[in-house]
């Protein structure tokens, strides 16, 4: 009869602890993984709202749109009747009691631009186009306040904003 030799003081680890232990470390890197590529993904997501085209025209129309309604006299508003456009009246000089030019903001063609012109004789000086991708924009006034509603939408994000300014000057 033979008989089996076991080893009383046996040394390193056995097939199945191997592989449990492998099985195991694969687990927690796959698991480590997914998280660091998901936070990536929202990461960059975010990332891609806050600084995207349309955002940071957004933020250059309200920019735009309170500065030019702050410096304006408030002795008169024109705004059209659909809305489309709004005309703000301004001095060229600082010391200037006349009010001498005028800032209109337009929306037309996927496009908000304002136009920078004399009253007397009525003369357009410049015209430069503030953002793009507008899908709709809509002008209200309430005394001597004006305000916009600007929605913009490249196809991947829409964004609306409302900015409102009142006029300062007299």
Avoid at 32 to 42: A, F
Avoid at 52 to 61: F, G, I, L
Avoid at 132 to 141: A, P
Wanted: glycine share 6%; net charge neutral.
């Amino acid at each position: 009869m033979s008989k089996k030799k076991r080893m009383s003081n046996p040394k390193g680890f056995t097939i199945i602890e191997l592989m449990i232990a492998t099985a195991l470390g694969c687990t927690i890197v796959v698991g480590v993984g997914m998280l660091l590529v998901d936070s990536q993904r929202g990461w960059n997501k975010m990332y891609n709202r806050t600084y995207s085209d349309v955002v940071t025209d957004a933020y250059a129309a309200r920019r735009r749109f309170d500065s030019v309604v702050r410096n304006a006299s408030y002795q008169g508003i024109l705004l059209s009747d659909d809305s489309s456009w709004v005309e703000v009246y301004y001095y060229s000089d600082p010391n200037s009691v006349i009010v001498d030019r005028y800032a209109r903001f337009i929306s037309s063609n996927s496009q908000l631009i304002v136009e920078y012109g004399e009253v007397e004789p009525r003369q357009t000086l410049n015209t430069e186009t503030i953002c793009e991708n507008v899908s709709s924009c809509v002008f209200k006034s309430a005394g001597s306040s004006v305000q916009m509603v600007l929605t913009l939408d490249d196809g991947s994000q829409v964004t609306t904003i409302v900015a409102s300014a009142v006029m300062h000057n007299q």
